[in-house]
């Protein structure tokens, strides 16, 4: 069920309409049906995949809580036990725990890794096989179950921070699977951490007028920046991608200039909707996005860009890798060998390329995925490297924080993003070097002026449309950074306020790009 | 405090229906100045007076051959045509139904090529046949039989969410009708003058098989069965169209179903000596449809065969109804009177020559 489908809009009236009419107590099942009912809808198979992942990972939570307790009863009823025997038995019992959170881990990212990688891994194998002349291996049909990449990273927060003794597991599996299964987030996150959704998630919510027309106001915000620009965007980007034998040269940079927009759009529009919908139902759902174009560094982007991804692995396996034993021994060997200056960043390195391999891959499972993460890991460690050299730069030229520089600043950020989501764009390393560079050699700026633009799939009207759009997103970037844009719009006079409420409603029923003649498109991070 | 509010609401949904409706006039297709045909469904329900002797139902082949005014004129008969541009037998079934809901004519006529298409055929025609009718569960019936897979049963009762991409392509026609149109047809019939002889046509392929489809069936007696409950007499007609070819075996098919259900059934290709149609000067487009002249002789012909066969009172004397159809009469020979001069001065008819329009 698409979030821009008609069904989408009956079923979450519906659920809206309900929530707010039986008991509250009941409020957070209704959820659990509701979540499960979405889910159904995207296949019965599917649903099989997301229990096995909540009742594994309930049962390791609820027996990791147990060895905790029982080493606390342990100690407490033995007091008279010597330190040695105490420390014996604590890693015992840590070893136990270690154990079962092993085992849930590799058997529940086995199943992603399985499901998502096994034909990446067979492809790889085959091109070897082919290399020596040999028969290739069959590849497997496993249909991805929706959202399983965002479940599962949530679930695995959930359990190494019950491992971690961060709080105690939920006791009712029915709550458990709620936080795992919460239906707004499924298809494209944020990946929730469980301390933060449970304080409103199980709460119990009387309709209140303001948070829910702030909630309503956020998902229209959401549906416009999906269907009228993404959505609308995407048969250009499309037109050119898909045909790089036609269009190289300026229309690379075109449509990766026009990728960066529809990703923005389409993604941040589909966290907007989640997050609109959960504050209608009194939920709150973490921020994922701060305003990630007015990066002045990739560093700084990747702050602001998917923060939930972001945060998820750093905590989950920058952290944990860092001080890991292997890691510390490499620490120790390379300080012994280099020196402290370089050995003390080796395995900084090593962990930051190990994540951004990770996030990568996690993109989608090819090459091109792969290649992306690593160079935004590389680009980010060099940019460190040069930090003196800027530093000396800046203290010769006096440039920075001044709006020139900083305006340079952002452009250089999002050009080399953009730059790097060719790799996205194209899916095929080889071919997105080869535009990449087609750029600087096959450069016709005429394009831009003879009217080539229009060959793209959209008409001027979809063009004017676009520019308005561009700077609606612009202009509302901008006021949101001296607060919510919806409190200021909330204190203008009713006649103001109505009036913006009432011009988005019709501009995305007017303008949206939807219904025959244009493509049902799936939000781009539902395929991660 | 709270009532203010409560008024405040009321107030913007108001507001927002309004500006809805408003908006949805405008971006829906008018149909006035090309597809024409487009209008025909829609007018039925601004007619006064709507209590006939005779209600066609059908596709091309009624609306474009048979004139209800020659009928009235001829034999004193009322009739309307309730048909739209391929309108298959579910939207034929459905409107018949609908306008059941209006007046109870003696007589229904069906025309029965549609038979031969079993599955929706064209998103297009389904808006035609369908967008005309007021909101009701037979409409919404309707779109549900007759949607292609891409279509939404939604964007029949909020119209606007299918043409909402009409916005960048709208017309001073839009502009100019968007809160009342022209009426474009005479009792569903829509004229043309123009005349295109009969050159040949493409030799008939042997089907694989002929049997009309078990969905038609269905429809097919839905419809015998509406018309024996409202104790109308169905008339089955296969109209005097030489294209798309009408098969033996189809026409068999409708001998046995008629017999079978005590129907009386009229394949017209059987009578055209005796309608006297020449297919050189009563065809506009060689031998699909019929022109003015063509309609007027078929009608001339089909009164007397309903006259002979149903007892159709001779209204003629009814001195409202007179003076209802003497307006109706004064119209129709006002557009005839246009389109001759309309081919005299362009060689065409400007509402059915899209392209040639355009480019003048």
């Known amino acids: ?528 | 405090m709270k009532n203010k509010k409560i008024i405040s609401i009321l107030i913007i949904f108001l507001i927002i229906a309004g500006l809805y409706v408003l908006l949805q006039s405008l971006l829906m297709p008018k149909y006035m100045t090309k597809i024409v045909e487009g209008a025909l469904i829609s007018e039925y329900y601004h007619e006064k007076n709507k209590d006939h002797d005779v209600i066609f139902i059908g596709d091309c082949e009624v609306y474009e051959n048979f004139s209800p005014i020659t009928l009235w004129e001829e034999y004193g008969i009322t009739s309307y045509i309730r048909g739209s541009a391929q309108q298959l037998i579910w939207h034929s079934y459905y409107l018949l139904e609908d306008t059941l809901k209006y007046e109870k004519p003696d007589v229904v006529v069906f025309s029965v090529l549609s038979m031969m298409y079993d599955e929706p055929q064209n998103e297009a025609y389904n808006r035609m046949s369908i967008d005309g009718m007021p909101l009701s569960l037979t409409k919404l019936r309707s779109a549900k039989a007759a949607m292609m897979p891409e279509e939404d049963l939604i964007t029949y009762v909020f119209p606007l969410l299918r043409y909402h991409s009409r916005w960048n392509e709208l017309s001073e026609e839009d502009f100019k009708y968007w809160f009342k149109k022209d009426q474009i047809a005479h009792n569903g019939y829509l004229m043309r003058v123009d005349a295109k002889p009969v050159d040949t046509f493409p030799k008939p392929r042997a089907l694989a098989d002929y049997k009309f489809g078990d969905i038609c069936y269905e429809y097919l007696d839905k419809m015998t069965q509406l018309c024996k409950d409202n104790d109308i007499e169905l008339v089955l007609l296969k109209a005097p169209s030489l294209y798309p070819h009408w098969y033996d075996e189809w026409d068999e098919q409708m001998v046995d179903y008629a017999a079978k259900n005590d129907l009386l059934y009229i394949n017209l290709l059987d009578y055209l000596d005796e309608m006297g149609l020449d297919f050189n000067t009563d065809t506009y487009d060689a031998g699909l449809h019929l022109n003015l002249a063509g309609a007027e002789k078929t009608s001339v012909f089909f009164g007397k065969y309903l006259k002979d066969n149903f007892n159709l009172i001779d209204k003629r004397n009814d001195p409202e109804l007179k003076a209802l159809w003497d307006d109706k009469s004064a119209y129709y020979y006002n557009m005839e009177q246009e389109q001759y001069q309309e081919l005299e001065e362009y060689g065409y008819l400007l509402k059915f020559n899209l392209k040639r329009t355009e480019e003048k």
């Open chain 1, 1 to 528: 069920m698409l979030f821009t489908s008609y069904e989408f809009i009956f079923f979450l009236c519906l659920l809206i309409g309900l929530y707010y009419i039986i008991p509250k107590r009941f409020q957070w099942q209704l959820l659990l049906i509701s979540s499960f009912v979405f889910y159904y809808f995207s296949g019965w198979s599917n649903l099989l995949y997301i229990s096995v992942t909540i009742v594994s990972t309930y049962f390791v939570s609820i027996k990791l809580n147990g060895l905790t307790k029982k080493q606390k009863a342990y100690l407490k009823e033995n007091r008279d036990l010597s330190r040695e025997e105490k420390k014996v038995y604590k890693e015992k019992i840590k070893s136990k725990r270690w154990g079962w959170l092993l085992l849930c881990l590799i058997f529940n990212l086995g199943i992603l890794a399985v499901i998502k990688y096994t034909n990446f891994a067979l492809s790889n194998i085959n091109s070897i096989l082919t290399l020596f002349k040999m028969n290739e291996i069959s590849y497997v049909n496993l249909l991805l179950p929706m959202g399983i990449s965002f479940y599962t990273f949530q679930s695995m927060s959930y359990i190494i921070d019950v491992y971690r003794e961060k709080y105690e597991p939920e006791r009712n599996i029915g709550k458990m699977a709620l936080f795992v299964s919460f239906f707004p987030q499924l298809i494209q996150g944020p990946i929730s951490r469980f301390d933060d959704l449970s304080k409103t998630l199980y709460k119990e919510h009387s309709f209140n007028a303001k948070t829910f027309s702030f909630g309503f106001q956020r998902v229209l915000w959401g549906y416009f920046k999906k269907m009228v620009i993404a959505d609308r965007i995407i048969t250009a980007v499309l037109t050119i991608t898909k045909n790089p034998d036609t269009y190289d040269g300026i229309y690379v940079f075109i449509g990766m200039l026009f990728y960066a927009l529809q990703l923005y759009a389409d993604f941040t529009g589909g966290i907007d909707i989640t997050i609109g919908i959960a504050q209608m139902l009194g939920i709150e759902v973490k921020e994922n996005f701060i305003r990630p174009y007015f990066s002045k560094s990739i560093t700084e982007y990747w702050r602001r860009w998917h923060i939930s991804m972001g945060t998820w692995f750093k905590d989950y396996v920058f952290y944990p890798l860092s001080v890991s034993k292997p890691m510390l021994n490499i620490s120790r060997s390379s300080r012994a060998r280099f020196g402290d200056k370089v050995g003390k960043r080796l395995p900084v390195y090593l962990s930051t390329l190990i994540v951004w391999f990770t996030t990568g891959i996690w993109h989608g499972s090819s090459w091109n995925f792969i290649v992306w993460g690593l160079l935004n890991g590389v680009i980010i460690l060099i940019s460190q490297e040069f930090d003196p050299l800027y530093a000396r730069f800046h203290e010769r030229f006096k440039v920075k924080g001044t709006f020139g520089f900083r305006l340079f600043q952002v452009i250089r950020t999002v050009l080399l993003l953009s730059s790097l989501r060719i790799l996205d764009c194209y899916r095929d390393v080889g071919v997105s070097f080869r535009m990449f560079v087609s750029m600087f050699t096959k450069l016709d700026i005429g394009v831009l002026f003879n009217g080539s633009l229009l060959d793209l799939g959209l008409d001027v009207s979809d063009y004017i449309v676009l520019v308005i759009g561009v700077i609606i997103l612009i202009g509302f970037s901008l006021l949101q950074r001296s607060g919510s844009v919806r409190e200021k719009i909330a204190n203008k006079r009713p006649v103001l306020r109505y009036s913006v409420y009432i011009l988005l409603f019709f501009s995305i029923l007017i303008l949206g790009a939807y219904g025959i003649g244009f493509d049902s498109n799936q939000f781009i991070y539902n395929q991660f």
